[in-house]
């Protein structure tokens, strides 16, 4: 980051602040605005955080207006391509991709780590057995800090990393857990033979009365998900990760906040929505009726799986993703998908329909990721979670890159009070 000019603010002709403009590597030039209050008095006002940035960071770049996604400069489509989740997760913690040796032992500790501690299966008992698995999930990656209190100390950069590694090794178990729980069947340990999405296809697939035999096409395709959906820049469960941290929490605290913040449907919960929402137009007759409701201001109805922040272009993810899902799809000899048929022709009508046009509203990442997900054979209800066991590594990342900041300090934003007035407190009797 470095500052190269200043903007100086002016307020009925007098100059009232002198500011900088700091240069990143990519993206625009930010205002730096917190000598801002000093000098005028003035706070600023962007209660979606549309136009600010909230910490600098190295890990990952969007362009949304050209559908760009770099981890660490490398675009999404070439580690989609040539990558594994673990030699990303790597890129994402650590800057670079590893060499042999480093992949070798970070995969090591990974891998080694995604047994977790025995009484979890007590602590999974006290749950509904029709408890949703993102609620589950949430209160196990809490619960983390309890079991795992050894490393929880945030100013210990040994026992980061040990709290790191253990998220991202024991998150697909905890997962996978959530999921067997909620359909009675006993949990599967975790098989260090196999490569990460292996093994979380293992743990929620295998049953203890029956020969296991993993397919390379759907642990190529959850491995695809895994990498198009760990990291993307200040999103809300990020930032709720990095505001939670902020305060000192323990790293396992953090990351169930993030999973809250990803739960809701205008996030994360997109691509549980995407198929509950195909699933209600069940034919392309309805389409028009359904596009006529997200067009509506006065109807809440959005068409999920469109739209989005910062894209204004195509997702470079949803890309990938509708790549992904046609193999996929092919490979299961799902030849005609009703869904997948359902999801494209929809897709190409809000495509060309002025109201998506105008608002550039096009397909994102979980417009198709729900349909692989269903011919895999997952329950539309552990979409989102899919999604937090992939997210986790970015959330990490970020959550590391924070407490390292020398200049870190608790986040604390301000407000626009439009409330009453300083007023006296009235007894009961005399209030109206
Ligand atoms: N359907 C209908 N209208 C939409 C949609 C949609 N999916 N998305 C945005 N709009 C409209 C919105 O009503 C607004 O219209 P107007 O200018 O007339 O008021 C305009 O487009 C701009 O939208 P916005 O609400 O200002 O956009 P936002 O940045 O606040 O919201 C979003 C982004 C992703 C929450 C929103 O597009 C949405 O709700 N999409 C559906 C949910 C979804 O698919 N979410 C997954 C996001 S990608 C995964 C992730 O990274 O979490």
Known sequence: MSDFESLNLTRNKNKIADLKILKGSLGPDVIDIRQLYNQTGLFTYDPSYGATSSCESSITFIDGDKGILLYRGYPIEQLAKNSTFLEVAYLLLNGELPNKENYKIFSHNIINHTMV?????????GFRRDAHPMAILCAATGAMSAFYNDSADINDPQQRIIASNRLIAKIPTLA????????????????????????????????????????????????????????????????????????????????????????????????????????????????SKFLKKARDKDDPFRLFGFGH??????????????????????????????????????????????????????????????????????????????????RTVGWVAQWKEMIEDPNQRIGRPRQLYTGPKKRNYLKIEKRN
Request: hydrophobic share 40%; aromatic share 12%; charged share 20%.
């Open 176 to 287: 996978a857990m959530a999921y067997k729980y909620s359909i009675g069947q006993p949990f599967i340990y975790p098989d260090n033979n196999l490569s990460y999405p292996e093994n979380f296809l293992k743990m929620c697939f295998s049953v203890p009365t029956q020969k296991y035999k993993s397919q390379k096409i759907l642990s190529d395709a959850i491995e695809k998900i895994f990498i198009l959906h760990a990291d993307h820049e200040q999103n809300a469960s990020t930032s709720t990760v990095r505001l939670a941290g902020s305060s000192g929490a323990n790293p396992f605290a953090c990351i169930s906040a993030g999973i809250a913040s990803l739960w809701g449907p205008a996030h994360g919960g997109a691509n549980e929505a995407v198929l509950n929402m195909l699933n209600e137009i069940q034919n392309s007759d309805n389409i």
């Open 309 to 390: 922040r910062v894209y204004k272009n195509y997702d470079p993810r949803a890309t990938e993703m509708q790549k992904t899902c046609h193999e996929v799809l092919d490979l299961l000899g799902i030849k005609k998908n009703p869904l997948l048929s359902l999801a494209m022709k929809l897709e190409k009508i809000a495509l060309e329909d002025e109201y998506f046009i105008e608002r550039k509203l096009y397909p994102n990442v979980d417009f198709y990721s729900g349909i692989i997900l269903q011919a895999i054979g997952f329950p539309t209800s552990m979409f989102t979670v899919l999604f937090a066991v992939a």
């Open 117 to 125: 501690n025995e009484q979890f299966l007590n602590f999974y008992q």
